[in-house]
Nanobody, 126 residues
Framework: QVQLVESGGGLVQAGGSLRLSCAAS????????MGWFRQAPGKEREIVAA????????YYADAVKGRFTISRDNAKNAVYLQMNNLKPEDTAVYYC???????????????????WGQGTQVTVSS
């Protein structure tokens, strides 16, 4: 069992930056692939970024490429999402997710992830 706790959300003006953190419990964090998803009001949940176990392979949604960076620190059982040049359309609840059966291909579908955090709100004002 893995517990995930997100932090770092908040209100920021367009063009600003935020860094989301996800702290994971458990001794096998390094074996999981991790993902960040988001859900805006009235919209479906969508993947933002994902990272494999060794951090050597990452995925970014087209909407955030060049602005967001996902990283992980296996020694600290943590995964991060650095968000720069934020836009109003980035406003959403952001969720951290863990895939306990990763392959060599990054998974981009939410149902393929096994554990989820409670979410953190990110609001970008124009």
């Amino acid at each position: 069992q893995v517990q995930l706790v997100e932090s770092g959300g908040g209100l920021v003006q367009a063009g600003g930056s935020l860094r989301l953190s996800c702290a994971a419990s458990g001794r096998t964090f390094s074996s999981y692939a991790m993902g960040w998803f988001r859900q805006a009001p009235g919209k479906e949940r969508e993947i933002v970024a994902a990272i494999l176990r060794s951090a050597g392979r990452t995925y970014y949604a087209d909407a955030v490429k060049g602005r967001f960076t996902i990283s992980r620190d296996n020694a600290k059982n943590a995964v991060y999402l650095q968000m720069n040049n934020l836009k109003p359309e980035d406003t959403a609840v952001y969720y951290c997710a863990a895939d306990q059966n990763p392959t060599t291909v990054v998974k981009t579908s939410g149902p393929l992830y096994d554990y989820w955090g409670q979410g953190t709100q990110v609001t970008v004002s124009s």
